[in-house]
């Protein structure tokens, strides 16, 4: 019988490198669980990692173009998607050098465990983690979009 193989470091591993305590660990379950090894029926919760990467990435965006925003840049044609896209990959791709969030994720099988290798893999769980947060102090009753803010400013995210 299959078993779910993966991280060698466990989820609360993550919460202490990350500084984030999850109140509701099924949501952190969810982020670290890659497609296969939800449907093969190996991990408690039915959905994968994608929903919450999809909502991670549009408040990465937010984020992004609220700060290009106030630091000044307005003018026709500065603030575009294209150009939030772009300092959005950017930032994830230097800070997935921090926190390699890929060391966390569970699969099910070689091609989960070959994607989990990838650097689109440890920018799928950056995001789905960064969804997971929202999510979380949300359901606390708190902002989540300002949890998830104050969490990028404390990993140094968005730079000086």
Known sequence: MSHVRGPQMSPKDLEEETGY???????????LSHHPAVSA???????PMEPLATLGETILDTLIATRLYERGDRERGTLTPE????????RSRRFGEKIPFRKY???????????????RASDTVFKAFTG???LDA??????????????????????K
């Open 41 to 47: 029926g190996f991990t408690k919760n039915p959905d």
């Open 138 to 159: 949300r359901r606390d009753r708190m902002d989540g979009m300002e949890v998830v803010r104050e969490m990028l400013e404390r990993w140094g995210y968005f730079g």
């Open 83 to 90: 150009m939030v896209r772009r300092a959005k990959h950017a």
């Open 105 to 119: 994720i569970r699969w099910e099988d070689e091609e989960g465990k070959s994607w989990a290798q990838t650097k």
């Open 21 to 31: 305590r999850f109140r509701n660990p099924e949501l952190l379950e969810m982020a």
């Open 132 to 134: 997971a947060v929202y």
